[in-house]
């Protein structure tokens, strides 16, 4: 494990590159994180999937965007252009140690980032691996902003807002607060536009997507089932897994979901 700053158009990432074991690597990951308190819960979850990639011949790196965990700068500065050059100058330390196949591992709503770099730098990304992404942000922004409106009832205060309100106001290019971060429209206004998007992906070898759900005999959600279905029409190699296990990037105390890292890695072996 090699930790070490990187330095980027929004600042010094914190990053944390996991070497693989192979004297001639087979390849190599940027993990393109969750956003706010999920990517904290989700910290264990991804060093575990990290170091058993490692031992199957992949470097992973791991990186703090601008705003986020070591790197420079406040969450409330952040904004999309921000990260996109972070994932970019990621990618590009990846391929300066001789590193030609590299990839992206985005969880939740770090598959919309990984999609829309991938959109932007067509043919620098080989594959990519999608845990519980999320593919419409419109969709999430209105969740997120949901955690407003339930502090002011669990502080037995009567809402004065609407997440269409919220909405609105970022939209109008005001900063908002929730559960602690602040929101730069910069940064949610962008992503609200986002939404599974198949041109971004024609030019991968292979497009993996993990969902995780709670009850046993686990059915597949229609969302993930159709993205696939709309991908393999269109040559794209294209998967969906469906293991049960604990929701980490939600849950209240910081959880894994072994039988996750235990398909990612029977996947990822399927690769040439």
């Known amino acids: 494990m090699n930790p070490f700053f990187l330095e980027s158009r929004s600042g010094t990432l914190f990053a944390v590159y ?5 004297s001639e690597p087979k390849g190599a990951l940027v993990h393109v994180p969750a956003f706010a308190e999920e990517m904290n819960k989700s910290r264990h979850m991804v ?25 420079s700068g406040d969450f409330a500065e952040a904004t999309w252009d921000f990260w996109l050059a972070d994932l970019a100058e990621g990618v590009a ?11 992206l591992w985005g969880l939740r709503t770090g ?23 999320v593919f419409n942000g419109d969709m999430f922004v209105t969740q997120f902003l949901r955690l407003r409106i339930a502090a002011a009832i669990m502080n037995n205060l009567a809402p004065q807002e609407k997440t269409g309100d919220l909405k609105r106001l970022l939209q109008q290019g005001q900063a908002l607060e929730v559960a602690g971060y602040g929101l730069n429209p910069e ?3 962008p992503l609200m ?80």
Not at 93 to 103: M, N, S, T, Y
Not at 113 to 132: F, V
């Open 18 to 22: 996991i070497s693989p074991s192979d």
């Open 47 to 71: 060093m575990l999937q990290a170091n058993a990639l490692s031992k199957l011949g992949y470097g992973v790196l791991i990186l703090d965007l601008f705003g986020t965990g070591d790197s």
């Open 93 to 103: 330390w990846l391929k300066r140690q001789g590193i030609e196949r590299v990839g």
């Open 111 to 133: 598959i919309l980032l990984a999609m829309d770099y991938a959109k932007r730098n067509p043919d620098t990304i080989s594959r990519m691996l999608a845990w519980q992404p």
């Open 187 to 189: 940064l949610m206004n």
């Open 193 to 272: 536009k986002l939404k599974f998007d198949p041109s971004a992906l024609v030019s991968l070898n292979s497009f993996d997507v993990f969902e995780v759900v709670a009850a046993q005999n686990p059915q597949s959600s229609f969302v993930y089932l159709q993205a696939v279905d709309n991908l393999t029409n269109q040559g794209i190699p294209t998967t969906l897994t469906t293991v049960t296990g604990e929701q980490f990037w939600a849950s209240q105390e910081i959880s894994t979901a072994p039988a996750l890292l235990t398909v990612t890695l029977e996947k990822v072996r399927l690769w040439h």
